[in-house]
């Protein structure tokens, strides 16, 4: 069913630690260390955002800085703007993402931007990566569905994604910010914008699994995803944020398609973060482990 | 994409319930009638085995004969053996369920028959049933594997399927029992046993929905949920058990399958039902709420 690779991001050092507690840069480097250590090839590791509005993804030069070039390995960085973008191209980031909105109202709400002015952060992004050769994935929120509008066209948000393409975004990921989207919503969004598109999925509603297996079905092959489902939903223990890579990976591999991450190394790397955070992290398969456990009859 | 409709069989009162501190009579009865006013049309109530075992499942006969004919819905009793089965026809169940394993192993150390002694308590269930007009489902636990032996081959899954019919058993469901179901393994065993069965799934590693959305791909159109996601995994707080009920209804209103359930009100019944266990249930939609509310923009 599933032909070709499947990359997957691992956003959790950024998307899943920018809502918890701060914790120490050397804790933030040894994380993106251990992921890549498990076979991730690509992880999101820093945010050059306010450090007084998002304590917790202070020291992002030093993360990258203290990264350096790890051998087939991207590393990203978040950046909402062109001073965003110039640090973090100064300090090693192999690509830059950047957040516009599907929503016309969340982009008000919560970066108090108009699209259009996000998409004119987005160009001054795109060109300073271009400039030294760094690539501009462009994430596009509330992809499929808005807190604030419901539901949102799918030719809404194709017209968002084309804009983006328009100036310049080498990649675009299409974002389910506040866990909206279901396997219908993921196949009208495909349909009209395409499956060259990466996808990132929340577990708000337990849908994060189900939509990433309609996306694969239809062709998509670029997911991001957190260690352990960090991230998301900071308001409830156990509540679910970002679909969790170990879920993924599980899944994947049932299929038959190799990742090049080792299921059990990664369930370790969770193990670990829920001491770096000092909770319990909603991930199922790194609670319950592999399904069939490496070494056992059918292992 | 799903033609037809779908049957949804809560089983909280009974495999939920069954892992929890006991509660009252009334308040199991309570929770059924709470379950039938939001619209289930079939609920698995109660289960007649030792109170001295499980004494969570003490009272079924009260339980039923409490609850009397509720019209247009279908109580069901899980019954061990023949015993069982006499008493719940006694007491009023509208269908029998009677598990047996598709794993040798798991039926030896946890009920401590083999299969074939399990086919014969079926068969002896089936024929009380039968007897009073009541059909019986037999229930096929580890068909997508086994704790114990790993993969259960599909063929081997089906030849159980046969004996249970072949002894009389009206339907089949099949059951993840330790959370191994995969969209793979759901396609190798519908492939080899057809459509016409239930799926019991569990979320231990968060596959219940992804499983019952390539079930009801393939063409299944009866599924057991558990309101709130109540049951499966008593050991850790948060691990999740059964599929939610409101996780399946969420799905299939979404794809516009009308299932009859208000989505709503069964989130107010997961609500009180955590007061009445007394700890969170894992279900994701009772937590966060359907995804686009009654009453807002695009509801």
Do not use: W
Not at 13 to 22: A, T
Not at 78 to 83: E, I, Y
Not at 113 to 128: C, F, H, R, W
Not at 139 to 151: I, Q
């Amino acid at each position: 069913m599933v032909a070709g690779d499947v990359e997957i991001r691992d956003v959790g050092p950024r998307d899943g630690l920018q809502v918890e507690s701060p914790v120490p840069v050397q804790a933030r480097v040894d994380l993106v260390r251990a992921l890549v250590a498990a076979g991730l090839r690509h992880v999101e590791v820093a945010a050059f955002v306010s450090p007084k509005a998002v304590p917790a993804m202070a020291g992002a030069s030093e993360v990258l800085e203290s990264l350096g070039n790890l051998d087939g390995v991207v590393l990203s960085a978040l950046v909402p703007n062109a001073r965003g973008a110039r640090d973090a191209v100064a300090a090693g980031a192999q690509e830059l993402t950047a957040t516009l909105s599907a929503s016309a109202q969340y982009a008000q709400r919560n970066v108090r931007m108009s699209v259009a002015e996000s998409l004119a952060a987005l160009e001054q992004v795109v060109a300073i990566g271009a400039d030294r050769g760094v690539p501009t994935d462009a994430v596009v929120s509330c992809s499929f569905g808005s807190p604030y509008e419901g539901e949102i066209a799918a030719g809404d948000v194709a017209g968002v994604v084309e804009r983006c393409r328009e100036v310049g975004a080498d990649r675009v990921t299409l974002a389910d910010t506040t866990g909206m989207a279901t396997p219908r919503g993921i196949g009208e969004v495909l349909d009209a914008v395409g499956t060259d598109v990466g996808l990132h999925l929340h577990e708000t509603r337990g849908t994060g699994l189900v939509c990433a297996y309609e996306g694969l079905r239809r062709g998509v092959r670029r997911f991001d995803c957190s260690v352990g489902g960090l991230g998301g939903s900071p308001f409830a223990e156990g509540a679910a944020g970002n679909l969790a890579t170990e879920g993924l990976v599980n899944l994947l591999d049932d299929l038959g398609v190799d990742t090049g991450i080792d299921l059990t190394a990664l369930v370790a790397v969770a193990g670990d973060l829920e001491d770096l955070v000092g909770h319990e992290l909603p991930s199922p398969v790194a609670r319950s482990g592999p399904r069939v456990a490496a070494g056992s009859p059918a292992g």
